[in-house]
């Protein structure tokens, strides 16, 4: 099992931008496809990117596609989430996620990601 801790939420206006960490510890951090889901108030877990275990393959959810980028680096054990063009819409807890499933095509499903992190809280003002 790894252990992620995610980091970089915060209050921002619309139209900002924030870029989310999420720092992994344990061993083998580059076997493990990574993904950042969020959860709005009264509304389920939703997907938002994935990365594969070596980095090459990304796949966004089209809510976020063109603004949100989803990238990793295996030497520091991370994984980030760049947010630009924030919308209110984007307001929600988002979590880190990590996957022994299949390192590519990276999956997209919630029962494939075994560790979780314990979220941290996006909030974009209108």
């Known amino acids: 099992q790894v252990q992620l801790v995610e980091s970089g939420g915060g209050l921002v206006q619309a139209g900002g931008s924030l870029r989310l960490s999420c720092a992994a510890s344990?061993?083998?951090?580059?076997?493990?496809?990574m993904g950042w889901f969020r959860q709005a108030p009264g509304k389920e877990r939703e997907f938002v990117a994935v990365i594969s275990c070596a980095g090459p393959i990304s796949s966004h959810a089209d809510s976020v596609k063109g603004r949100f980028t989803i990238s990793r680096d295996n030497a520091k054990n991370t994984v980030y989430l760049q947010m630009n063009s924030l919308k209110s819409e984007d307001t929600a807890v988002y979590y880190c996620?990590?996957?022994?499933?299949?390192?590519?095509?990276?999956?997209?499903?919630?029962?494939?990601?075994?560790?979780w992190g314990q979220g941290t809280q996006v909030t974009v003002s209108s």
């Open positions: 996620a990590a996957s022994r499933s299949r390192c590519a095509p990276p999956p997209m499903r919630l029962p494939d990601f075994g560790s």
């Open positions: 344990g061993r083998a951090f580059s076997t493990y496809a």
